[in-house]
């Protein structure tokens, strides 16, 4: 496959895409109401105003301890190479560095903005000789950290300073910490940075044992009363050729490139945001979303790397990798119906890319049919060898299909046939194929499933996290086979697999962990249950699945302990799956009464975790729009307290842009927007909806359910008995700028 394939494929969808619907949004005035607020200086990254192009990232905040405000450099290209070590230690993420800017006076305190419109942090310090007055941004378009300073007062002398991190794992800088000789043991460290200075540029060095390494290159560009700290940051593996890079990057920029490196980056944000729209009675939520949505495309962005636990702004982490039995799908869901397919390029590109690693991932016995994915790689894939099953190991297999499920989901949301046929199906092939090695029939003629892992909770023979995507997978290889007319000679097997496998194990309290493996302590995983969500093989649609739903997830809740954030962002998504949506808000509002969320919507677990905040605005678009099994499901889980909401262009499986606005807790307006030719099936609750605007033919299909015969390119809109059509605008409700770090009062 052509490697840049993909990536070309979802650039134009970024680029090309019109906008479908008009809507009243005054952008730049909508969004300042969603800035995160600092009326006190943050001390932490965790409190700290972020921001990122997709690689280079940066947060801005009072170094602890310390008189004087650090600017952080991260990049999330930035990995060790370690060949003989593919695991934890091996290829992890590597922290670079910081700057401080050590001011002429004692800092006395500070207000900071996160300018969501123009993604720049705003900084006004005072101290006792002065003001300072920064702006911060990452650009887009260019591979820069952009500070500009301004002073009054005796400020005028302050300085930057860059101290570099220790390039070890960051493992094993906690192993030193915490005094854990077993973990530090066999670890060699890293060569010592370099720092130097050439023709008014600084570099700093960063050497990597097995080839290969980072520099961080900087230089200060003054004009007038501004004073700009310009930074690059480059890794090259195997080349030494960083430092030359890096330098090229910076040093022939003047003043009036940076007007220009500005002006792109500004222009890259106000053509992302438009892309979609959600405005909430629920001030919150509405305010927690929009920062999502900028977390997003600041962590992951075509030609950056993917969104592992920590997005381009790797600190102090037991998780310095990337992990794929829960974290890495959930970042990435809200990707698809908030219209921004283009964030999901690195995820399609990984396995594009690197087949061959996941191929090698399984024992040597198995490479000729099978792949898998070890639950922690680099963004390359490669890792040590998937266990199978009886190994006497954890033997957790199910982190490949999971990954397949994000990919099938980037195909259904825009309908590229080369992204199934490339990606998809070569790719679910071999990772069902590994499933297909360890079933075995009983004398009734029943396949079971081998000892498997069920995700951060034990093994069990018939493990429901595995049945269900084993299941999965043989329905999706028969319906893309079907879809690339390939006669694969598996065929008649993943029939056969789909007819005899047995069915989940469950007892009294609901889906159990496995065969003989109840849910008997606390686990935050929901692994047990992705049955119901995300792959709805039980939905509501089928008699008793929703007594079954409910029933595994209270008694999930039920044991205290180890009930974390994204339990209640899981639990939220699948109640909205059931059309519960008071229930779905309820447990999702959970999420912001506990100490992990953090004030400026970071989440940690002993260390940094992205993904939860993000699979909250995740329950909020399965509140608004749902799309599976073949059907349009508008406002399909609205809380009963939801009387007036506004939505726009937000995309579907079928690759349709869907439109509403709800007002008095009644839909009053739905426009669809076909891009890929597929079969339109709509289910609403809209009171006897006309065709307002459109050729389309409405045709009831069953209460609530209608089929509309739209046609690529076409759109229509509905409205109650033919009403007038409203428009899409910010709706009614009260408070703003929830989020950054607020003084007691």
Known sequence: MNKSLI????????????????????????????????????????????????????????????????????????????????AINGRCRLLIGYFLLHPVGKIVNGKMRLDLWNAEAKAHILTSEGEIRMRVYVASGNPYIVAEVETAGGENGFRWQFYPECTDSPRQIRARKTHNAHLEKDYVSNPPSEVSEHDGVSICWQPLLDGGGTATAWKIIKEGKTTTLVINNTHTYPETDAPAMAE???????????????????????RFYPQSFISLPDKRLENFYW?????????????????????????????????WNLNVQLAYWPVYPSNRLELGVPLVDAVAKHLDNLINNVPEAYRHNSAALPVS???????????????????????????????????????????????????????????????????????????????????????????????WGCQTL????????????????????????????????????????????????????????????????????KELMEQSVEHWHSIPGNIFAYSY???????????????????????????????????????PVIETPLSAAQCIHDMLLQSWGGKLRVFPA??????????KDLRTEGAFLVSATRQGGKTTSIRIESLADEPCLLRTDMENPVVKLGNATL??????????????????VLTPDGASIPCLREVNGEGQNYFGVKSNP
């Open 569 to 607: 962002t899981g639990a939220s998504s699948i109640y909205a799956a059931f059309g519960e949506g008071d229930k779905a808000l309820e447990k999702l509002n959970h999420i912001f009464t506990m100490h992990s969320l953090m004030p400026n919507t970071l989440y940690k677990e002993s260390g």
């Open 248 to 270: 090229v990057a910076v040093k022939r920029l003047q003043a009036d490139d940076m007007n220009a490196i500005q002006s792109i980056h500004r222009d890259w944000w106000h």
């Open 638 to 647: 609205v809380p009963s307290s939801w009387k007036e909401i506004s939505f």
């Open 377 to 471: 790689t680099a963004f390359d894939l490669a890792g040590p060898c998937v266990n199978p099953p009886y190994s006497g190991k954890h033997a957790q297999i199910g982190c490949l299909p999971w990954l397949c499920h994000n990919l099938w989901l980037h195909y259904r949301f825009s309908m590229d046939e080369r992204v199934l046929r490339h990606v998809v199906y070569p790719t679910l092939r071999r990772a069902v194929n590994f499933y297909i090695h360890f079933l075995k029939e009983d004398e009734k003629g029943v396949l079971h499933l081998n000892e498997t892992f069920s995700p951060e909770y034990g093994n069990a023979e018939d493990c429901n996290f595995d049945l269900a995507l084993l299941r």
């Open 478 to 545: 028969l319906r893309s086979a079907q879809i690339l007319s390939i006669d694969d000679e598996l065929i008649p097997q993943w029939n056969n697999i789909l007819q005899k496998l047995t069915d989940y194990p469950q007892d009294g309290t609901g889906m159990m962990i496995g065969k003989d493996t109840p849910y008997a302590r606390s686990h935050r995983h929901y692994s047990h249950l992705l049955m119901f969500y995300p792959l709805y093989l039980l939905n509501t649609e089928q008699p008793g699945s």
């Open 699 to 716: 045709t009831t299909v069953s209460p609530c359910e209608y089929r509309l015969n739209l046609r690529k390119g076409e759109s229509v």
């Open 291 to 323: 920062i999502q949505m900028y977390k997003m495309a600041s962590a992951t962005r075509i030609g950056g790397g993917l969104m592992d636990n920590c997005g381009p702004w790797l600190v102090d982490t037991p998780w310095p990798n990337t992990w």
């Open 7 to 86: 990536t070309i494929i979802s650039a134009f969808l970024f680029f090309a895409c019109p906008t479908f619907a008009h809507a009243q949004v005054d952008w730049k005035s909508f969004l300042s109401k969603q800035d995160l607020v600092w009326d006190r200086l943050p001390q932490a990254w965790h409190e700290a105003p972020f921001m990122g192009n997709g690689s280079l990232g940066t947060y801005l905040c009072q170094e602890p301890g310390a008189n004087a405000i650090r600017l952080d450099v991260g990049n999330n290209l930035v990995h060790d190479h370690r060949a003989d070590d593919p």
